[in-house]
């Protein structure tokens, strides 16, 4: 067995010598910063449930590769039982965390390139399958946790990556030698960058056959030369260096503690390369790892949502509202809207059908349907949460207020709701419910996993308008005969 506790972790991360940057500053440990140290913990939770018993057919999956028992964040999907239960994995931390655990990025990158690998050397007689399959036993037994690093800062967005003023505004091959490659550029939005043993580089989009230098699969120790992380800045994020109730979350933080990575010429030894030139394929690989991520939106989400409605529903109570049946009313309307996506994550998981390579893929239109929801409902159910709450979680005073006795009494007195709930619990489910409803919060689902119109577009490939057409012509004219105009098979999906 090769599951790692969160302790060894920790350690691990300790012993990396990674070249990173939060608030401008050259950080030596980022295990102990504030700022990160938040997004840290919430990974460990990920190490930690995978040892407790009673969630080992959650948290845990039997290799495929070599029938070792591995963590299901390293595992590679055989079946939508599978799916399924990487669903049931992401909400059941959502709920232990209330925020981004951040391992789901890197497993949907070594899914994806596992896939993509399979399908270059089966059409191009590469041997890049092989070399991942070593790499992967390699993540497996140390139950590593890898960032996947697909987007591209893109520059001018009505240019292709070989039409940029400036070439490295896409990830790119400056050097080419015997045993490896030298690749230049960067990644934004890396969700556990900065924490992670392992960066998996994956093309950001499409590319034309004279774009080969950006048809780049890779992986990246985190401390390689040249490797260097910038961590984002996040609302609310500088009271993490305070030590008080408006932290929000204080053990999880909020969203994934995102970074931007930067390749500085950077070595890659030919073992690590797993796309090199091959640019038919780098579509295929942002499309299989975006559509397995849309759908983790609605387990993760959900999980978070489970905490914020909790967080609502005390708050409620701790006003003397609960009972209102409005205010019930709203409550359950967060829960349909949570529970909406999240079947639908189900479902895409659950209709889930064998790649090339073998590995299973979940259905596309659900899965896309899935993320189009989010950057809907995320938002939906935090109006629906700052409705119920109320406007003190945006004029509550600061907690140097509290501790002020000059002023103390007056605060305390004065958002003191129903007596019998202590104040301090009023205002931290307030904090909570503030930070979990942050700006922040809501650009990622807005645009993790893509952008609202991106998943319109694999939607609209999708709709097969005209059998939806030929379904029509044959309900009205009431005739199984029409010409042109077949039975749906009894197995028909939204995307067949
Ligand atoms: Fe995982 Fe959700 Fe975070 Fe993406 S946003 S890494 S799916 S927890």
Not at 19 to 48: C, F, L, Q, W
């Amino acid at each position: 067995m090769s599951l790692k506790t969160a302790e060894e972790y920790v350690k691990s991360l300790r012993a990396l010598k990674i070249r990173a940057y939060v608030a401008g500053e050259r950080v030596d440990s980022i295990v102990d910063h504030p700022m990160v140290a938040p997004h840290i913990n919430t990974v460990g939770k990920t190490y930690e449930l995978a040892h407790l018993p009673e969630y080992r057919e959650v948290m845990t999956a039997v290799s495929h590769l070599t029938g070792e028992r591995v963590h299901r964040y390293t595992h590679i999907f055989q079946t939508p039982d599978d799916l399924v239960k990487k669903l049931q994995m992401l909400r059941l931390l959502g709920q232990v965390t209330g925020t981004c655990f951040q391992r789901c990025v890197g497993l949907d990158a070594l899914n994806a390139v596992y896939a993509t690998s399979f399908e270059i050397d089966a059409g191009e007689g590469t041997d890049y399958h092989q070399r991942f399959l070593d790499y992967l036993r390699w993540v497996q037994a140390e139950d590593l946790m890898l960032a996947g690093a697909m987007t591209d800062p893109k520059g001018d967005r009505s240019k292709r990556p070989s039409e940029q003023a400036d070439p490295d505004q896409f990830v790119r091959v400056v050097d080419r030698r015997p045993d490896g490659v030298v690749i230049r550029g960067a990644k934004l939005h890396n969700t556990g960058g900065i924490n992670s043993h392992e960066v998996v580089v994956m093309p950001g989009t499409g590319l034309q056959p004279d774009e080969a230098d950006y048809a780049i699969a890779c992986a990246v120790p985190a401390d390689a030369d040249g490797v260097i992380f910038i961590f984002g800045r996040q609302s609310n994020d500088s009271r993490k260096l305070e030590d008080g109730c408006d932290i929000g979350n204080p053990r999880f933080g909020v969203v994934g503690g995102e970074a931007m990575v930067v390749f500085d010429d950077v070595f890659v030894p030919n073992e690590r390369i797993f796309m090199n030139g091959e640019t038919a394929y780098a579509a295929t690989l942002v499309n299989y790892f975006a559509t397995w991520h849309r759908a983790n939106y609605g387990g993760c989400k959900g999980g978070n949502a489970d905490v914020l409605i909790g967080a609502t529903a005390k708050m409620a109570k701790m006003l003397g509202t609960d009972r209102n049946s409005i205010v019930r009313d709203k409550l359950v309307e967060m829960v349909h809207l949570n529970e909406t996506t999240y079947a639908s994550a189900i479902g895409a998981s659950a209709m889930g059908s064998a790649l090339p390579c073998g590995s299973c893929m979940v259905e596309p239109m659900m899965a896309n349907t899935v993320k189009q929801n989010i950057t809907r409902n995320v938002y939906q159910i935090g109006r629906l949460s700052h409705d119920l709450a109320g406007g003190f979680i945006a004029t509550l005073p600061d907690a140097k207020s509290l501790e002020n006795p000059e002023i103390a009494k007056y605060v305390e007195k004065y958002h003191t709701a129903k007596p019998e709930y202590d104040v301090m619990e009023r205002i931290r489910f307030g904090r909570y419910i503030e930070n979990a409803t942050s700006v922040t919060t809501l650009v990622e689902a807005m645009h993790g996993a893509g952008s609202p119109q991106a998943q319109r577009i694999v939607m609209m490939g999708q709709a097969n308008f005209d059998e939806k057409i030929a379904m029509a012509e044959r309900v009205i004219h009431s005739d199984d005969n029409v010409p042109g105009v077949q039975l749906p098979s009894p197995s028909f999906r939204a995307s067949d």
